[in-house]
């Protein structure tokens, strides 16, 4: 059954989907426009990457106060909120004309996100009790949210090319608009789930600074290089801020993110693996969209076609998992998925300069998508599992924060392997070599991936640790009775 009848669950699924999708799609979709996009505004070369990196931080640093806002002001609230504010700065980006308009545009943009993405999950969440609908529904928002990111370099090379580099940005509006619309057609307003607390300030300014701070030492590697003292200076510094936080949660009468969340197998051992699996992931787009364009010569628009078998390999998985975890547990399709996808990456390994993408390409993407689509589709279910809908918010802040931080840390450190492997040869074969690296070690994350689904996860379904006997009892939150 669905937790309430006012609600027109397939509507609440299609915005939470549509939503996803957007935001998916802008991690990776303005990566292949970066060459038009320096040339059309005068781009400094070290400055560019900000265009990429600024989204990731602003994204990553408020995710959990995003999720936690959902739970305090309203989840159709917070989603409505992100949405607007995510189209308007989509709007700015498209219409920039100087460097810096593009990167405070791009900073709206992951702000509106980190306010989007947990909400669009926390409403799926409370629209469907848990059980095989909940599985359904996460599947499709786990395809929607999979498509969206590879089909963003197909988006950003045919746009690019095609369109030019504005519509990377612009392409963003009625995507919007139409997730808009659908609220309006079936999302009903909702009142606040804890309505009696209140935000944790102190909190959300350690996690929002620790997290930010983690996110840009990382990102920034690029640039300053792992051995950088301003590197370490900002790790260290990001160290203790979120030291801090989780002292200050400890203490806290309403924190941002109840520590007790953790202590159930469920909750922690889905962060640790979708935060693993982001890595390997991110990973993999990263190293085959340069191994295809610097190694084997393909243009942007044909790098972003030969994704489409990616693509096309994730939806299949997550469908797969769909069936799997709805009869069974999460767990059950987690632990063959990692291990698929780890076998695709090493396959991907493998790639040779004197390659080709039918014989290089193809066959790895299909493995590697069809086990992420299984790791990616469960996942959001296991880090759900048993998690009371006043905490919806916060439970889907962790989890897409452990994404985000997954893929920037993952990226960012296996970029940073092969870059040191390949020292400065620039030559198809040294690349080739250096790409190749990268995908074995991502090989690696996602079977420690799948060591974590088998000793951490449980084999059956349990509910997390209780929300202490301190905090106001769930309302209905139409009727504002206790439930």
């Known amino acids: 059954m669905y937790r309430n009848s006012r609600e027109k669950p397939g509507v609440v699924l299609a915005a939470a989907a549509v939503a996803q999708f957007v935001v998916a799609l802008d991690l990776s979709v303005v990566n292949v426009a970066l060459p038009a996009i320096r040339t059309a505004l005068g781009f400094a070369p070290l400055d560019l990457s900000w265009v990429v990196h600024v989204y990731a931080l602003t994204f990553g640093g408020f995710l ?29 980006g498209g219409l920039a004309q100087t460097p810096w308009e593009l990167i405070a545009a791009r900073a709206g943009q992951g702000l509106g ?58 392409v963003n509006l009625p995507i919007v608009a139409a997730a808009l619309a659908l609220v309006a057609a079936g999302v009903p307003a909702t009142a606040a789930s804890a309505p009696r607390e ?50 200050a949660e400890s203490r806290a009468d309403a924190p941002l993110l109840r520590l007790g969340l953790l202590r159930s197998r469920w909750v922690a051992g889905a962060n640790v693996l979708v935060f693993l699996a982001a890595a390997g992931q991110f ?37 797969v998992a769909t069936r799997i975890t709805a009869a069974r547990t999460p767990r059950a399709s987690l632990v063959p998925g990692a291990l698929l996808a780890a076998a695709g990456l090493a396959w ?34 296991a880090a759900t599992t048993g998690v009371a809908a006043r ?36 030559d198809p074969a040294a690349l080739n070599d250096g790409y190749g690296l990268g995908l074995a070690v991502a090989a690696a994350v996602f079977v420690l991936a799948a060591v974590v689904a088998i000793g951490v996860l449980p084999r059956r379904r349990r509910p997390v640790a209780p929300v202490p006997q301190t905090t106001a009892p769930e309302e209905n939150e139409l009727e504002g009775t206790p439930s």
């Open 283 to 319: 990973t993999a787009f990263y190293f085959v969209s340069l191994y295809m364009q610097q190694v084997l010569g393909m243009g942007a628009a044909a790098t972003g076609i030969a994704f489409l078998p990616f693509s096309l390999g994730l939806v299949a998985g997550t469908v």
């Open 113 to 170: 996100a980190a306010a989007a993405a947990p909400a669009a999950l926390a409403m799926l969440t409370t629209t469907f009790t848990e059980g095989p609908r909940r599985v359904r529904a996460l599947g499709v928002w786990s395809a929607v949210n999979a498509a969206g990111g590879a089909l963003g370099v197909l988006a950003g090379g045919l746009l690019t090319e095609y369109a030019g580099w504005r519509w990377v940005m612009l």
């Open 198 to 247: 209140r935000l944790d300030a102190l909190g959300a300014a350690l996690a929002t600074g620790g997290v930010g701070l983690l996110v840009l030492g990382v990102v920034r590697t690029d640039t300053l290089g792992w051995d950088s003292p301003l590197t370490w200076g900002t790790l260290a510094a990001a160290a203790v801020l979120l030291a801090a936080f989780v002292f």
């Open 64 to 92: 959990l106060l995003g999720g936690r806002a959902c739970d305090l002001y309203g989840r159709r609230r917070m989603f409505v909120l992100g949405l607007v504010v995510f189209g308007l700065c989509s709007l700015a």
């Open 348 to 381: 991907f390994a493998l790639i040779s300069p004197d390659g080709s993408f039918l014989t290089d390409v193809l066959g790895p993407s299909l493995v590697t998508s069809v086990g992420a689509g299984l790791v990616l589709a469960p996942v959001a279910a």
């Open 391 to 426: 905490e919806a918010g916060m439970a889907s802040g962790l989890m897409n924060s452990s994404r985000q931080l997954g893929g920037s840390i993952g990226l960012a450190v296996l970029a940073t392997l092969a870059a040191h492997h390949t020292g400065t040869a620039t």
